[in-house]
Each structure stands twice: as structure tokens, then as C-alpha cells.
């Protein structure tokens, strides 16, 4: 039950029906009995800019941003977060009391809470960590991997062009080295690792499996996904079943959602098992 004097966010995204986003924080909010509500908003791509605009004016506390706006709300907002500035990109948007729009970037934080929480051993100085894709969200993972404290990045894209791209925008921003490596180079990658991750949409329903050979790969590496449709995809599956620890990719989703739901609502929320069976329990 919500009252004239709720707070109110949402999510932006074009389209927006797939979003699990409302799902989650309508969990936290009932869990916490918080007077608020988080709305799925479909805004088209020529209207971003105005529907982010207009978020003080409706008296919003903010917003998510989600594909494809996630780089024009980083150009709208007033100002970003070092986070932020790094990546190019905007996924959660605060309205400050004057009216500004403060830009952050979560992705990454919740790509290493989810890895945290699945694989508490995992020490990012073990070893060298190989992102497989160089889209957006392998953005914030080399980021994040990055300020974790990895020793260096293998970037492996099936576009060379593109990996390369991603190491000349970030590689200057980052501690640790990073190389873009080609596609035919995948599986050597893998040597010495002490983490792989798929950052690509290869393995996600209705598309191939990553087409990726894991023998050189250590068994004491660790195997993440952060496509979670399905929760358990070939590539999870084939690297458990060689002895592997794997952690898929909904917590990423969850995780990236925590800094958001307590700026706009006060209250840090907590990922638990209720959470995953709320959001993902279809
Ligand atoms: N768990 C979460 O919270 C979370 C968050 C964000 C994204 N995701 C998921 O992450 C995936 C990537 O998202 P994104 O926004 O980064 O997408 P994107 O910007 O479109 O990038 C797609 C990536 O997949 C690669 N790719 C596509 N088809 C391929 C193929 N046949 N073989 C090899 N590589 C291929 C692309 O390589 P090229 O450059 O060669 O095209 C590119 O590196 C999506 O499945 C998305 O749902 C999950």
C-alpha cells in the first residue's frame, strides 16, 4: 500500500517489458515496508533526454537506466560519478533536492558482489582474469575487475576492432594491463587464469553456446556468466563438470540494483534467497 507521500523511481529502457528490475526493488520496498514505488517506464531512445528531464518535475527520486539509453543518460545528467566517467555510461540516476541529476554506474559493483557472494574464495590478485565480448557490459567489468585489484586483463572479442577499441577508451583509466586479443586466441587465453567471464550474449536462450575450449584453463580458475537466461549455461555447466567453481548471472542483476534502492529510498537492502525466488522464480 502506497500513500500520497511515496517515493517514486523506475526504470527506463526501450523496450522495458523484459525488466526484472521492478520485480526486484517492489521486493525490497514490501520487505522493508517502505512507503514507495518503482515503475517499469518504456521512454523510446528520441525522448531519453526529455524523460530524464522531467524526473524532478514529477517529483521522482530517481531512476535505473537500461539498454539502449544507458550512454545518453551519461550525457544528460548534470554530473556522474568517477565510476561513471570511466565507463561512458549511466545506469542509475539520483535526483538531488535541487533539482540536479546525478549519473552513477552499479554494473560492475554488481558483477564483483555477485562474484563475492558466489565464490567467497576467489581472490582477485590470484591470476589473471579473461573477459570474453567487449560490448557494454564487458565495459564494467574491466573496470571493475580492475579496481578489484586483478593483475592484468585478457580482453577476447570476436571483433578484434572492438576489443581494441575498448582497451584504447579505458585502458589509460585502469591499474592493471590490458591486452585485446582475437578470437582465434581464445583458448590460450585461458592459461595461468585465475578467472574467465563471458560477457557476450553467446549461451543465452534461443543462441549458441560459447564457443570456448576450457582444457588450458586451471582448475582452480573461476567461471562466471553474466547471461542468466538460462541460470545455467553450456559454458557454467561445462566448467563445473571439470571441477571448476561457477557463479551465474542473476546476482549481478540483484547486486547492481543495492546502491540505487538506498539512495532513493534510505534503506541499504540485503540480497537473500526470497530475493532470487522473487525475481527470478517465474
Ligand atoms: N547479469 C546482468 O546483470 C547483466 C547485465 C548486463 C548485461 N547482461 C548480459 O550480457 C550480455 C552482453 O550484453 P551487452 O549489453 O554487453 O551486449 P552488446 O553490447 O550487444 O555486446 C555483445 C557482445 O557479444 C558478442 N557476440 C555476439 N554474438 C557473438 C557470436 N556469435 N560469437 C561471439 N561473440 C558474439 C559481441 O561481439 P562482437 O563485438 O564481435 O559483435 C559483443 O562482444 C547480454 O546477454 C546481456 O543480457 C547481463
Redesign the pocket.
Known amino acids: 500500500m502506497i500513500s500520497g507521500k511515496a517515493r517514486v523511481a523506475g526504470v527506463m529502457g526501450w523496450p522495458v517489458g523484459h525488466s526484472r528490475s521492478p520485480r526486484l526493488h517492489g521486493h525490497w520496498l514490501a520487505e522493508y515496508g517502505i512507503d514507495g514505488a518503482y515503475v517499469p517506464l518504456a521512454v523510446p531512445p528520441d525522448r531519453i533526454e526529455q524523460a530524464l528531464r522531467a524526473l524532478p518535475a514529477l517529483g521522482f527520486v530517481g531512476c535505473n537506466v537500461t539498454?539502449p539509453h544507458k550512454e545518453a543518460a551519461f550525457r544528460t545528467v548534470d554530473w556522474v560519478d568517477e565510476t561513471a566517467r570511466r565507463m561512458g555510461a549511466v545506469n542509475t540516476v539520483i535526483v538531488h533536492a535541487d533539482g540536479t541529476l546525478e549519473g552513477r554506474n552499479t554494473?560492475g559493483f554488481?558483477f564483483i558482489g555477485n562474484l563475492k557472494a558466489g565464490a567467497p574464495d576467489w581472490a582477485a590478485t590470484a591470476g589473471p582474469a579473461v573477459i570474453i565480448?567487449?560490448?557494454?557490459?564487458?565495459r564494467s567489468l574491466v573496470v571493475a575487475l580492475a579496481d578489484a585489484g586483478v593483475p592484468e586483463i585478457r580482453l577476447v572479442?570476436?571483433?578484434l576492432a572492438?576489443a581494441r577499441e575498448l582497451v584504447a577508451d579505458l585502458g589509460g583509466g585502469i591499474q592493471c594491463p590490458i591486452t585485446a586479443m582475437a578470437w582465434e586466441e581464445r583458448r590460450d587465453a585461458l592459461s595461468g587464469a585465475g578467472l574467465v567471464a563471458n560477457?557476450?550474449?553467446?549461451g543465452?536462450a534461443g543462441q549458441?553456446p560459447l564457443d570456448l575450449d576450457l582444457e588450458a584453463l586451471p582448475l582452480d580458475a573461476v567461471v562466471t556468466d553474466?547471461?542468466?537466461t538460462p541460470v545455467d549455461t553450456p559454458l557454467l555447466v561445462a566448467a563445473r563438470a571439470r571441477g571448476n567453481v561457477t557463479v551465474d548471472?542473476r546476482g549481478?542483476?540483484l547486486h547492481?540494483g543495492r546502491p540505487g534502492f538506498e539512495a532513493w529510498f534510505g534503506r541499504a537492502p540485503v540480497v537473500t534467497d526470497a530475493l532470487y525466488r522473487a525475481v527470478f522464480g517465474d
Open positions: 539498454v554494473d554488481g565480448g567487449a560490448g557494454g557490459a564487458a572479442n570476436r571483433t572492438r560477457a557476450t550474449t553467446q543465452m549458441s553474466i547471461v542468466y548471472g549481478m542483476l547492481q
